[in-house]
């Protein structure tokens, strides 16, 4: 009953948000028959090229792991987990369940996959904070600031800023860290008594040590590299589908309203993000002068493209993920000190 009023509230406040700004949408339907096809797709390849970007990070984290996987079973692993995650609200962990399965028929342990995702997503989430400063930076600069922005920065940045704290002091200081976990734990323990903060410890140092150990030097920046070619390419796309509708939006304006949409869309209300990451991109992108009927078209066709046109790719994913023969579970290797193949 809790989840369907949620589920309730965030439908209405994201048709709130989003239907008073299709006023004049019917005005530039006719400009779509104008539209650049090519720019559209190539946005489609473009689009395609940031998933790979993804693939190739997930599959780098899994070989430092000492695990190493082909490309077709990276690529099947992460899009079975993107149609599950973007069909379910909230669907992250069931998007990584069916991602540590399909490693599992691979011939990859659970821990090492699920270790491999976890990594996957603080590397993937590092460098979009990165690149939700660079968008604080540039709305300073251009002394331009829509107050939706202002409103998600002042709650973001202290989150953000907390989560960093969180990675270094798990890089430099386990115990430290160790200490802070069990005491999280502790005050948790009393309202669910199943926690156990000795065993919650463990772990989290545990994990600190090989997160260590997988992502040191040219490993994370290697992972980096790839983490800000999946955003970047993204965000691309939806660049070229407000050029394709004849606006040039400023690229620092879509590096704002993508990392804000992001961030926002993270909370777990409905699947990754749906409606309300459209309803904040049009907002900021109007904020940063872009027509309100010119950013809906944009805004719709781009999520069209990174949303719903990989869903039938992640079908086929999950569908072969199941079919096939499972391979024995291997124990991982030492970590590879060189680029994977």
Do not use: C
Request: net charge positive; aromatic share 8%; charged share 15%.
């Amino acid at each position: 009953m809790i989840r369907r009023t949620a589920y309730l509230i965030a439908f209405g406040v994201t048709i709130y948000l989003l239907i008073p700004r299709l006023g004049g949408l019917e005005r530039n339907i006719e400009a779509l028959h104008h539209a650049h096809l090519w720019l559209m797709l190539l946005g489609v390849a473009v689009e395609a090229a940031s998933l790979a970007a993804y693939v190739a990070l997930y599959r780098s984290i899994l070989a430092a792991q000492g695990a190493r996987v082909s490309v077709r079973a990276a690529a099947q692993g992460v899009m079975a987990g993107f149609l599950v995650s973007h069909v379910v609200p909230g669907g992250s962990v069931a998007g990584t369940i069916a991602n540590v399965q399909t490693m599992e028929r691979e011939g990859i342990g659970a821990r090492t996959a699920g270790l491999g995702i976890t990594l996957t997503v603080i590397v993937s989430d590092i460098a979009l904070a990165g690149l939700f400063l660079a968008g604080v930076i540039y709305a300073l600069a251009k002394r331009s600031v829509p107050v939706a922005f202002v409103a998600t920065a002042v709650v973001m940045i202290p989150i953000l800023g907390t989560l960093v704290g969180l990675v270094l002091l798990f890089a430099f200081r386990r115990e430290a860290a160790g200490r802070t976990v069990h005491r999280v734990a502790r005050l948790l323990h009393r309202v669910v008594r199943r926690i156990d903060a000795d065993d919650l410890e463990r772990h989290a140092v545990e994990i600190a040590d090989e997160t260590r150990r997988v992502l040191t030097g040219r490993r994370f920046v290697e992972a980096l590299g790839l983490a800000l070619a999946n955003w970047l390419l993204d965000i691309f796309v939806l660049y070229l589908f407000f050029l394709a509708v004849g606006r040039h939006q400023h690229f620092g304006a879509l590096l704002v309203a993508y990392a804000v949409g992001n961030l926002v869309s993270a909370i777990p209300i409905t699947p990754s993000g749906l409606g309300v990451m459209e309803a904040t991109l049009v907002a900021i992108s109007v904020g940063f002068g872009a027509p309100r009927s010119t950013a809906v078209v944009a805004v719709l066709g781009y999520r069209l493209v990174n949303f719903w046109l990989p869903l039938p790719v992640g079908v086929v994913a999950y569908l072969r993920a199941r079919g096939g023969p499972a391979r024995r579970a291997e124990k991982p290797g030492p970590p590879s000190r060189g680029r994977h193949a």
